[in-house]
């Protein structure tokens, strides 16, 4: 079986920051692409930002400059540095993997539970 356990999320004010982790485990045999996405109550699910395993980046555009993505392949997990914090990206954030395991040939996507970031005065 394959986990992502997300921690990092949390209050803060409009202008601060918060830094999320996504670490993923269990017979995981390698690991492609990983991502950020949010959901906002009453909204759809959105890409935050997401990296490939070699290392080239993507963002949404209402988080580009303040946001970023990175993750160290070693330990399995990905980092969102969030940075400026405005009350809009108050949502849920949920980490996801595309990987292989062991006893899968296919890449298969993974998700996270999910962690709240509420950015309020």
């Known amino acids: 079986q394959v986990q992502l356990v997300e921690s990092g999320g949390g209050l803060v004010q409009p202008g601060g920051s918060l830094r999320l982790s996504c670490a993923a485990s269990?017979?995981?045999?390698?690991?492609?692409?990983m991502g950020w996405y949010r959901q906002a109550p009453g909204k759809q699910r959105e890409l935050v930002a997401a990296?490939?395993?070699?290392?080239?980046?993507n963002y949404a555009a209402s988080v580009k400059g303040r946001f970023t993505i990175s993750r160290d392949n070693a330990k399995n997990t990905v980092f969102l540095q969030m940075t400026n914090l405005k009350p809009e990206d108050t949502a849920v954030y949920s980490c996801?993997?595309?990987?292989?395991?062991?006893?899968?040939?296919?890449?298969?996507?993974?998700w996270g539970q999910g962690t709240q970031v509420t950015v309020s005065s």
């Open positions: 269990g017979s995981i045999r390698t690991i492609n692409d």
């Open positions: 990296i490939t395993r070699g290392g080239p980046t």
């Open positions: 996801n993997a595309v990987l292989t395991t062991d006893v899968t040939i296919l890449p298969k996507t993974y």
